[in-house]
């Protein structure tokens, strides 16, 4: 059985200290709702504990990712709640058992969070409040409207002899789409190939942040990287073990929506392979 850190996904910083990525990265605000599993490969009849938290220094903790969603996704499309859900000052802590071979895939759901506001500024949303930017600076004619997070945080974890499918897809209207590169996962110096969705259509020019374990210690607050026209992006990472890739856009709110408009999160975690 492979864990994360060895035993413990809180060993060998150091191993886990530097990324080399491509196309000119540039620092990124890195801030970031994620489910860090004790292993990504279980045995048959084995039990995961998975951390849920939010940071600005993957993968130590900070704040408590709390949901009313939180659900595993077997093989077969089914959802499940987790054995054991335990909320704490920093994180939340989650359980689940794995009886059956197969792909699962642990889910924080749609998880809205706080509200704000936000307006349009030269055809683009901009949340207020950052930047000293507030609703008495708005220039002449530009809308006030209200604005809600919603977080989508993810990880898959294969249970037994089974293989990872060749691209790891999350939930939600921004989803991200990772090619896995190989049934055992992905190796350190192959390249990550990353598209970004909305609603199904590709996010052009969206950027794309990609942290590294204890990367705060070494490059800051993550990388950014810009998707092409066709939403996709390719990064790389020479150091093994967890990674969390992630993307933020905001859009028109869905129907029956307390607010005007979401600004979405979707975050993935993944492991490199030596």
Sequence with gaps: MRTV???????????FAAAALTATPHAAWAHVGFLLPSTFHVEEGGTVTTIASFSDRFPNVEHPLRSTDFHVLTPGG?????????????????????????????????????????????????????????????????????????????VYIRSGDADLPEVLTTSGRLSLSLNAGGADGFTSGSPLAVAVMFDGEPLASTDVIFVSSFGSYTEGDGTTHQTDDQGQVTLAADQAGPYVVLARHMAEAPEGAETDIRSYTTALVFEILP
């Design 5 to 15: 850190f060895g035993s413990s996904p809180f060993r060998n910083i150091a191993m």
């Design 78 to 154: 089914e959802s499940r709640a987790f054995g054991e859900v335990h909320a704490h000052d920093q994180m939340t802590v989650l359980t689940a058992r794995f009886d059956d071979p197969g792909v699962y895939r642990l889910s924080s759901g749609n998880r809205l969070g706080r509200k704000g506001q936000a307006s349009i500024i030269d055809g683009s949303y901009v949340r207020l409040g950052r930047d000293g930017l507030g609703a008495s600076s708005l220039p002449e004619g530009a809308p006030l409207l209200t604005s809600q997070t919603a977080t989508v945080s993810e």
